[in-house]
C-alpha cells in the first residue's frame, strides 16, 4: 500500500481512478469476521473550493465542535447544505477535461471510532470500505493519508490495520463534488454529491478470505450443476443441501436444480478459510449466445425489463435495505423479469434481492460521457488512452464486486459515451476475466465489443425490421440477438404503445425484449412543491422534469404506466371468444403449476357468476384450449361476457396468494344502443327554451340545467393539457404535435353561434368551433331531444378547412356545481388512453372526483376512463351512444395546462366533466417515437350522442 501526502488537490483533476485503494474484490454481505459500521451522524464542514481548507481537521485532537452534522450514507445538498443540481446531458461546469471548477464544492467529513470489544488488533489486518461516494474522496485514518479515490457507484477499500487503535479512532474523509471523475459520470440523473453509501470496517483476521470467484454452471441436458469456487486463499467449499465439501479450486458435478429468474433456485454454501467462514448463495444456471440467441440453461430469454437508477424522494441515492426491496417486489408483482441497474452498480444489497427473488440483471458500469456529444465527441476520455486505466479500473471495480451473482447476466460497459478504444479496452478485459456472461454497450452500433445488438428508443417499424433481420449492419451484428435497453419512455403520462412493441417482441426469435425507461420519478420531497424537479434550486442549466420519467411516482406508487406495463407483459396468454378460450404459457422456464385459474360471467359489468378453472400445468410456450362452463342464464338481454385470471395459488416470496397475474376479457354478447324516443319537444318561454326535464338559455342556446342540477359551459371541447408526451422531446425531428396545436390555437378556439332552431321534437344549436387567426374549423350541431324524463344531445361534428394536425380530444365538456362520487360502468380502475388501455378491465367502478386524478409530478392530461357506457356523477346519469371516454376534475383543462407542480391546483367550486368521443394517443414523444397512426386522432366527420337524466 503506498501513503502518499500530496497537499495541493491535484488528484482532483488527475484523470488516473486514485491511489492507496486496494484491488477490487468479491463483495459480501456477512462473514464470521469482525465489521463495524461507520454509518450515522458524522461532523461535516462545507466549503466553496477544493482547497479552502488545510488538512489540519484529519489529525487527531482537532476541535470539530462547531461543525454541522450529516447522516452516513447521505448527500449533503439533501441535509440542508448546498443544493442540488439536475441535468441530463449537459454538463454543468465548462468542458474541459480534466479540469474542473474552482467553485467545487467540498464536504469534509469526521467521524470518531472505538473499536466494539473483542477485536483482536494483534490477528491479520483491517479493511476500510467505501460502497459508494460522490464523487472524489481524500481519507485519511488517525491522521494519516491513506489515499483517494474516484469511482463514485464502485466500492474502494483500503488496507488500515496498522493504524487502528482500540480506541479515539479519527477517519477524516474530503469529498469533492466535482473531480476528473465527474467526466466520467455524465447520467441524466441529480448531481449528488456525498458519501451516500455504507462505510465499513472489516477485521481481517489472519488467513482471512481476499477475493473469490464462484463459478456454478448447469448443463440443462443432464441436469447437472458444476461448481468451481476459485479462492485467493486457499479453503473449502460446502453446500450442505447437496453433499458438497470440496476444496477450493476442485470442480464437483452434481443434481442440482438451476437458477432462473422465475425458478430462483439458491443453494446455501460457506467458502471457509483459515481466519474466516463467508456464507455463499449459489445459483446454477448457464448463460451463452447460441444460434444467435441470448440463451440461460439452453432457453432464449424475454426480457420483460426496467431501467432502475436509485432513488428516494428524500434520501437521493442513499436507498436503504428496505427501499430496495420495495423495489424488487413492486417489479415481481408486476410481472417485470429484468433489471438493467442504468447507469451504474446499483448498492450490492439489490443484487442479493435480485438474486433471491428472480431478477435478470444488465449491471452497467458507472460510465457515462454523454456531454461529449455537444462537441461532436470531441476529446471524448473513452477515446483518449489518458483515461483508459480510470475505465478499465471502474470495468474491474464492477465485475470483481458483482461477479458471484447468479442474477447478473450480462455486464453493460456504460450508457451514453461515444465510441472509443476506452470502451473496446473494457469489452475486451471483461470478456478476459468472466467468459460466463455476455457484453452489452448500447453506443456499439456495430457491435465490434458486444455480445447483443442494443438498441434504444427505436420505433416499432424499426425493431421490427430488426427482428426480421433486414436492419443491415456490419455482418457480426447481423448474427446477433437484440434488445432495447430503453424504450417506452415513462415520462408523465404514459407511455403509449406498449403492447405493439410488445407483439413485435414475441413475433421474432431475434427480440429478446426491452427494457423501459425508467422505474422511478426522481422527484425531490419538497414543502414547496410536493416533488421539485430540475430547475426547483435555482439552477444554471437543467432540463426540467425530464428528471421525473419513471413507472412508479416518487413515493413508489404505481403510475397507470406500471399497471398498462403489467398487463402487457403477462407471462399468461388469456384470450379467446365467448366461447373458446384459450392459455398460452409465455414463461420461458417455469409450467403454470404455480397459478390457480378462474372465471366469473359479468351482465352488465356485474359479475352474476364465478367458479375456478381447470388448466393444465403447460410447460413454457405450450398452449391449451379450455372449455369454459355452460354460460349462467342471462337475465335480460343485456351485456355478457367472460373475465378469466390467473392468480397465485400460494404464498410465494413476492406476492400473497390470490395476487392476479393475468388476466383477459371475452364479451359473449355485446352492448346495445341505449333505448330512446323522443316524445316531447321544445317550448319557448321568457328567454328560456324548456325540453322535457332541461331549461336552456332561449338567445345562446346553452344548457342551463337538467331537473335540479345545474350545468355550466356545455360546449365541444378539443384540448388537453399537453402531455409530456405531446410536447416531445427537443431534440426529436418527427413532427411534435403540442407546440402545432398550440401555434394553430387548439387551445383557444371560439364558439360562433349561428342558429337557436327549436322545432318540431328537437332543440337544434348551430355553432363553427375555431381559433383566432387561422381558416380551418369544425362546424359543430348540437341536436336536443327528449322523452319527457331524459335528455339525449346529438353532437355533429365536420371539420372544414385545412387541418394538418391530429385533434387532442374530441368531446363535450360542462361544469356542474357539487360532484364528489362516480360510478361508473367501463373501462377501470385506472386512467387509459388509445394505445395504454390494455390494462383497462370493463366492469362497474365507483371512486372520488379526487382520486380520478393521476399525481404526475408535473401536471398535465390524466384521468380518463376508456370505453364507458354509463356515468353517473353530481346527480346525473350519462349514457354514450356509443361508449365515451370520461374525465372529471376539480379544476379546468385551463388550469391544469398552466401548472407546473402539483401545488399549483387548488379545486374550485366546479367540478368540470369532460365527454369524448376521441382521444389522441400518448406515445412516447418525450424521448422516443411518436403515437402510431391508428391511434392518432384524425379531424373528420363524427357523430356522438349522449343520454343525460336527473338521479336525483
Ligand atoms: C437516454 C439515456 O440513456 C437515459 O439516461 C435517459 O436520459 C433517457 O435517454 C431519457 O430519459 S439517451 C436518449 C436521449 C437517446
Known amino acids: 500500500m503506498s501513503f502518499r501526502s500530496t497537499t495541493a488537490a491535484e488528484y482532483v483533476e488527475d484523470v488516473s481512478p486514485g491511489s492507496g485503494a486496494l484491488p477490487p474484490r468479491a463483495w459480501y454481505p456477512a462473514s464470521d469476521a469482525a465489521s463495524l459500521s461507520l454509518n450515522g451522524s458524522w461532523r461535516f464542514r462545507l466549503s466553496p473550493t477544493a482547497d479552502a481548507e488545510d488538512d489540519a481537521f484529519a489529525e487527531p485532537g482537532y476541535d470539530a465542535g462547531g461543525w454541522a452534522e450529516v447522516s452516513v450514507p447521505g448527500h449533503w445538498v439533501l441535509q440542508g447544505q448546498g443544493a442540488p443540481i439536475y441535468t441530463n446531458h449537459l454538463y454543468p461546469f465548462p468542458v474541459d477535461p480534466p479540469r474542473v471548477p474552482t467553485e467545487n464544492p467540498t464536504g469534509d467529513h469526521l467521524r470518531f ?57 479519527v477517519l477524516a474523509v474530503r469529498v469533492h463534488q466535482w473531480s476528473a471523475g465527474s467526466y466520467l459520470e455524465d447520467q441524466d440523473q441529480w448531481w449528488l454529491p456525498g458519501i451516500f453509501r455504507d462505510v465499513t470496517l472489516l477485521h481481517r483476521p489472519a488467513g482471512s478470505v481476499l477475493d473469490f470467484f464462484v463459478h456454478a454452471s448447469y448443463d440443462h441436458t443432464t441436469g447437472q450443476g458444476t461448481l468451481r469456487v476459485d479462492s485467493d486463499v486457499d479453503g473449502r467449499v460446502s453446500v450442505p443441501a447437496l453433499d458438497i465439501d470440496v476444496a477450493t479450486g476442485e470442480p464437483v458435478t452434481v443434481p442440482v436444480e438451476a437458477w432462473t429468474a422465475e425458478t430462483p433456485k439458491l443453494y446455501d454454501g460457506v467458502l471457509a478459510t483459515e481466519g474466516e467462514r463467508v456464507p455463499l448463495r449459489i445459483g446454477f444456471r448457464t448463460v451463452e449466445l447460441a444460434d444467435g440467441l441470448i440463451k440461460v440453461n439452453g432457453r432464449a430469454v424475454l426480457f420483460k425489463g426496467v431501467n432502475r437508477h436509485e432513488w428516494h424522494p428524500e434520501k437521493g441515492r442513499a436507498l436503504d435495505l428496505e427501499t430496495m426491496r420495495e423495489d424488487v417486489l413492486l417489479m415481481k408483482r408486476h410481472n417485470i423479469n429484468a433489471v438493467r441497474t442504468s447507469h451504474y452498480p446499483p448498492h450490492p444489497d439489490f443484487l442479493d434481492l435480485c438474486d433471491e427473488y428472480g431478477l435478470w440483471v444488465i449491471d452497467e458500469c458507472d460510465l457515462e460521457t454523454h456531454g461529449f456529444t455537444e462537441q461532436a465527441w470531441r476529446d471524448n476520455p473513452v477515446d483518449d488512452d489518458r483515461w483508459t486505466p480510470a475505465l478499465l479500473d471502474r470495468a474491474a471495480r464492477m465485475v470483481e464486486r458483482d461477479k458471484n451473482h447468479p442474477s447478473v447476466v450480462i455486464w453493460s460497459l456504460g450508457n451514453e459515451a461515444g465510441t472509443g478504444r476506452g470502451l473496446t479496452a473494457m469489452a475486451e478485459w471483461i470478456h478476459g476475466r468472466d467468459s460466463s456472461r455476455l457484453v452489452h454497450y448500447e453506443g ?70 426491452g427494457f423501459i425507461w425508467e422505474w422511478i420519478d426522481h422527484g425531490i420531497k419538497d414543502d414547496r412543491y410536493e416533488y421539485a424537479y430540475g430547475g426547483d434550486f435555482g439552477e444554471e442549466l437543467h432540463d426540467g422534469n425530464f428528471v421525473c420519467d419513471g413507472l412508479v411516482f416518487p413515493d413508489r406508487r404505481p403510475s397507470p404506466g406500471l399497471v398498462e406495463y403489467k398487463k402487457v407483459i403477462e407471462p399468461v396468454g388469456i384470450e379467446g371468444d365467448g366461447t373458446t378460450l384459450r392459455v398460452t404459457n409465455k414463461q420461458d422456464f417455469a409450467d403454470l403449476s404455480a397459478l390457480a385459474f378462474e372465471w366469473s360471467y359479468q351482465v352488465d359489468g356485474e359479475t352474476i357468476e364465478s367458479g375456478s378453472l381447470a388448466v393444465p400445468a403447460l410447460a413454457p410456450g405450450e398452449s391449451a384450449d379450455v372449455k369454459l362452463p355452460e354460460p349462467p342464464a342471462a337475465t335480460g338481454g343485456g351485456e355478457t361476457g367472460w373475465t378469466v385470471r390467473a392468480r397465485l395459488a400460494a404464498d410465494t416470496a413476492w406476492g400473497p396468494q390470490g395476487h392476479v397475474v393475468a388476466w383477459g376479457q371475452l364479451p359473449v354478447s355485446a352492448r346495445q344502443s341505449p333505448p330512446f324516443a323522443a316524445t316531447v319537444g321544445p317550448v319557448s318561454g321568457e328567454g328560456l327554451i324548456t325540453l322535457g326535464p332541461a331549461v336552456f338559455d332561449a338567445r345562446s342556446g346553452a344548457l342551463r340545467s337538467i331537473g335540479p342540477v345545474d350545468v355550466t359551459g356545455l360546449r365541444l371541447d378539443v384540448w388537453r393539457a399537453t402531455t409530456d408526451n405531446d410536447d416531445g422531446a427537443a431534440w426529436q425531428s418527427d413532427v411534435r404535435y403540442a407546440a402545432l396545436w398550440r401555434k394553430f390555437g387548439l387551445h383557444r378556439m371560439r364558439h360562433r353561434l349561428d342558429a337557436v332552431e327549436p322545432a318540431g321534437d328537437t332543440l337544434t344549436v348551430r355553432t363553427r368551433v375555431a381559433p383566432a387567426a387561422w381558416e380551418f374549423g369544425l362546424a359543430t350541431v348540437y341536436r336536443w331531444t327528449s322523452d319527457g324524463d331524459r335528455l339525449r344531445l346529438t353532437v355533429s361534428v365536420s371539420p372544414d378547412g385545412d387541418w394538418t394536425v391530429p385533434l387532442p380530444r374530441l368531446g363535450i365538456r360542462f361544469g356542474l356545481s357539487s360532484a364528489d362520487r362516480v360510478r361508473w360502468f367501463g373501462g377501470g380502475p385506472e386512467e387509459a388512453y388509445p394505445d395504454t388501455k390494455s390494462a383497462s378491465l370493463v366492469s362497474r367502478w365507483e371512486s372520488t372526483v379526487d382520486d380520478l386524478q393521476t399525481p404526475y409530478v408535473r401536471p398535465q392530461e390524466n384521468g380518463a376512463r376508456a370505453d364507458v357506457r354509463w356515468a353517473e356523477i353530481g346527480g346525473l346519469r350519462i349514457e354514450g351512444d356509443p361508449e365515451f371516454w370520461f374525465t372529471a376534475r376539480r379544476w379546468s383543462t385551463e388550469q391544469l395546462d398552466a401548472a407546473a407542480h402539483r401545488t399549483d391546483l387548488t379545486p374550485g367550486d366546479t367540478v368540470w366533466v369532460n365527454l369524448d368521443h376521441g382521444q389522441h394517443g400518448i406515445g412516447s414523444q418525450s424521448c422516443g417515437p411518436g403515437v402510431l397512426p391508428q391511434y392518432q386522432l384524425h379531424a373528420g366527420p363524427a357523430e356522438f350522442s349522449f343520454v343525460f337524466s336527473d338521479i336525483g
Open 113 to 169: 471510532f472505538d473499536l466494539p470489544d473483542g477485536w483482536d488488533l494483534t490477528d491479520g489486518g483491517a479493511v476500510l470500505r467505501f460502497d459508494g461516494v460522490e464523487s472524489c474522496a481524500r481519507v485519511w485514518l488517525n491522521g494519516t493519508d491513506i489515499g483517494e479515490f474516484k469511482g463514485s457507484r464502485l466500492p474502494h477499500e483500503f488496507a488500515v490495520g496498522r493504524l487502528l487503535k482500540p480506541a479515539g479512532n
Open 444 to 513: 456499439d452500433i456495430d457491435c465490434r465489443d458486444t455480445d447483443v445488438y442494443s438498441r434504444m428508443y427505436a420505433d416499432h417499424a424499426e425493431v421490427e425490421r430488426i427482428g426480421q433481420g433486414l436492419d443491415g449492419g456490419t455482418h457480426k451484428r447481423r448474427q446477433l440477438p437484440s434488445i432495447l435497453c430503453e424504450y417506452g419512455h415513462a415520462m408523465g403520462n404514459g407511455p403509449g404503445g406498449l403492447a405493439d412493441y410488445q407483439r413485435i417482441f414475441e413475433s421474432y426469435d431475434r427480440l429478446q425484449g
